[in-house]
């Protein structure tokens, strides 16, 4: 099993800021996953997040308004870049291990106003 | 790349009556097929999975099928009871990532 400990739980920032997104993991995995959930839908992949070398985005998704670390096996932070209040939305990071279960961070809810 | 579609998007039985969600994915890379609930406010927990080399699965209430040749999977859920209210979501898992299908609001009526 894994742990993820994921901060911000919540934020409420102004139009065109940034928020960065933290994640660690209570052991180290080889990739995490980073997601986003709209209010009442399904979890939509953004990024997998690979130590040592740079993110790969899913269709949608690009670096600079999503821009990923991952200084090592247990910690990597999304940053939400030019926020607009369409990017209000829960987003989750995630590690499965060994390709089996997947385990969830908390979740940071993100409010733009 | 993997897409996972799910149905019925919303469900409602009488409570001790079965569930069946069904999902179908694209993606012939795809080896590992988990479900998850997720109760309102929380992150989505497993409830079961099923590997590509396997055709059921089954754990005391709940049961998943998968026909990998024609890439669909199901999930079963018997003597259903309030507690059961949830979404579920399937999912598709190639080596390198997992896709998620879109959700099944389930509830059940006492």
């Known amino acids: 099993s894994a742990v993820i400990s994921q901060k911000p739980s919540r934020d409420i920032c102004q139009r065109g800021t940034s928020l960065t997104i933290q994640c660690q993991v209570d052991?180290?995995?080889?990739?995490m996953f980073w997601y986003r959930q709209q209010p009442g839908q399904s979890l939509t992949l953004i990024a997998t997040?690979?130590?040592?070398?740079?993110?790969?985005?899913e269709s949608g998704f690009v670096i600079d308004k999503f821009p990923i670390s991952r200084p090592n096996l247990t910690f990597s932070t999304l940053t939400v870049s030019n926020m607009s209040p369409e990017d209000s939305s829960i987003y989750l990071c995630?590690?499965?291990?060994?390709?089996?279960?997947?385990?969830f961070g908390q979740g940071t809810r993100l409010t733009v106003v | 790349g993997e897409n996972v579609e799910q149905h019925p998007s919303t469900l409602s039985v009488q409570e001790g009556d079965s569930a069946v969600i069904k999902c179908t994915y694209s993606d012939s890379a795809s080896n590992y097929f988990p479900w998850y609930k997720q109760e309102l406010g929380k992150r989505p927990q497993l409830i079961i999975d099923i590997r590509s080399n396997v055709g059921e699965k089954k754990d005391q209430r709940i049961a998943v099928t998968l026909n990998k040749t024609a890439k669909h999977f199901s999930l079963h859920i018997t003597e259903t009871q309030p507690e059961d209210s949830a979404v579920y979501f399937c999912?598709?898992?190639?080596?390198?990532?997992?896709?998620f299908g879109p959700g099944t609001s389930l509830s059940v009526i006492p």
């Open positions: 999912a598709a898992s190639p080596p390198d990532k997992v896709i």
């Open positions: 997040a690979n130590q040592g070398s740079e993110a790969t985005y």
């Open positions: 995630s590690v499965a291990p060994m390709n089996t279960e997947a385990f």
């Open positions: 052991s180290q995995v080889t990739m």
